[in-house]
């Protein structure tokens, strides 16, 4: 099955032709095979493997800053969405409940107890039946 590799988008022509990844470079030109066949020379050997090197770290760091300079806008431009979603759907966030307005405006909350004029409060003591008769205390409760 033929297919135009532009409109697959796994292939390196869709990623020159859509603008993610660099399609003129001079690092790019050191990438292309070169056929010739040379005479060993141990020199020239050492002076080649410096200079692949050096072009992998340019080619490296021209990557970065394009890279960089393609997803500059990302994040104002997902902000933007993310604030037109909420203002759509406002509906299904959870209201804001008293307290936590006050505390947002910077006012306290007072909360005023009751207060219990000459009254103890009775404490509840859970108890256990025995089977031969009688109570067993346990423990109190609040």
Known sequence: MKRNPRKLKWTKAFRKSAGKEMVVDSTLTFAARRNIPTRYNRDHLETTLK??????????????????????????????ADRKLVAENEHLLPR??????????GLEERRVEPQVLGEQRKQKVKQRLLVGGGVEDQMELD
């Open 96 to 105: 804001e409940r008293f307290s936590e307005r006050m505390a947002a405006e």
């Open 51 to 80: 200079a692949m090197e050096r072009v992998s770290e340019i080619r490296a760091k021209r990557e970065r800053a394009f890279y960089k300079k393609r997803m500059a806008g990302n994040k104002e431009r997902q902000r933007e």
